[in-house]
Antibody, heavy 120, light 110 residues
Framework: EVQLVESGGGLVQPGGSLRLSCAAS????????MSWVRQAPGKGLEWVAN????????YYVDSVKGRFTISRDNAKNSLYLQMNSLRAEDTAVYYC?????????????WGQGTLVTVSS | EIVLTQSPGTLSLSPGERATLSCRAS???????LAWYQQKPGQAPRLLIY???SRATGIPDRFSGSGSGTDFTLTISRLEPEDFAVYYC???????????FGQGTKVEIK
C-alpha cells in the first residue's frame, strides 16, 4: 500500500524558516517524480515544486523561487521542502504527492498534509 | 501560462441526479495532460480521472471524463451521498514540468 506521511509543519514568524519532510513507503520511491502541492485555508490547490527521480531536475512555481528548495533522499525514501523567508501568503496545508510524468501528468497518491502557519 | 476556469462554482443537486462539471482552459491543452480530483473536507485530494477520460484505480464507473482542446467535462451519472465534495481539474505542462489547477467546483446537497 502506497503511503506518504508529511511532517514538520507548524507556526513560524514571517521571515522564518521551516523544513517539511515526507516519508514514502509501499512503492519504489526512487522511480518516481515527487511534488509538493499546497492549499491555503479555504482556497484551491497550488502546485509548489517537483523533483526528478534522481534529484537532477527541480522546478518551482514562480512565487516560491529563490525561497523554497525541494530535495530527496532515495536511500531514506524521503522528500523534503526547505522553506526560507516565509511570508503570510505561504500559510497553507502542504501535501506531498507522487507525480506521474511522461505520457500523462497527474498526482496519483497524496499524503494527508501538514499545516504551515506564518504569523507573528 | 494556461489558466483553468471551472464552472459552476457551486452545483446544488440531490442524490441520484446527474452532475456535469466544466473545466475551460485559456488555451488548448493536450487531453493526455488533463486530470480531475475529488476533495472532501479535511482530506487530501483523490485522483479520479487522468488523460481526460481514463478512470483511476478503484474509481466507480459513474464518474466519467470527456473533452478536448479547451473544454473538458467531468460527469457523475448518479450522485451518491459520498460524492458531495469539491472537484478540481488540473493540467500539466511538460516544458518545463509544471501543474495548474482550476479553482474548484463544489457539489452540494440540494
Amino acid at each position: 500500500e502506497v503511503q506518504l506521511v508529511e511532517s514538520g509543519g507548524g507556526l513560524v514568524q514571517p521571515g522564518g524558516s521551516l523544513r517539511l519532510s515526507c516519508a514514502a513507503s509501499g512503492f519504489t520511491f526512487s522511480s518516481y517524480w515527487m511534488s509538493w502541492v499546497r492549499q491555503a485555508p479555504g482556497k484551491g490547490l497550488e502546485w509548489v515544486a517537483n523533483i526528478k527521480q534522481d534529484g537532477s531536475e527541480k522546478y518551482y512555481v514562480d512565487s516560491v523561487k529563490g525561497r523554497f528548495t525541494i530535495s530527496r533522499d532515495n536511500a531514506k525514501n524521503s522528500l523534503y521542502l526547505q522553506m526560507n523567508s516565509l511570508r503570510a501568503e505561504d500559510t497553507a496545508v502542504y501535501y506531498c504527492a507522487r507525480a506521474r510524468v511522461g505520457a500523462h501528468g497527474y498526482f496519483d497518491y497524496w499524503g494527508q498534509g501538514t499545516l504551515v502557519t506564518v504569523s507573528s | 501560462e494556461i489558466v483553468l476556469t471551472q464552472s459552476p462554482g457551486t452545483l446544488s443537486l440531490s442524490p441520484g441526479e446527474r452532475a456535469t462539471l466544466s473545466c475551460r482552459a485559456s488555451q488548448s491543452v493536450s487531453s493526455s495532460y488533463l486530470a480531475w480530483y475529488q476533495q472532501k473536507p479535511g482530506q487530501a485530494p483523490r485522483l479520479l480521472i487522468y488523460g481526460a477520460s481514463s478512470r483511476a484505480t478503484g474509481i466507480p464507473d459513474r464518474f466519467s471524463g470527456s473533452g478536448s482542446g479547451t473544454d473538458f467535462t467531468l460527469t457523475i451519472s448518479r450522485l451518491e451521498p459520498e460524492d458531495f465534495a469539491v472537484y478540481y481539474c488540473q493540467q500539466y505542462g511538460s516544458s518545463p514540468p509544471r501543474w495548474t489547477f482550476g479553482q474548484g467546483t463544489k457539489v452540494e446537497i440540494k
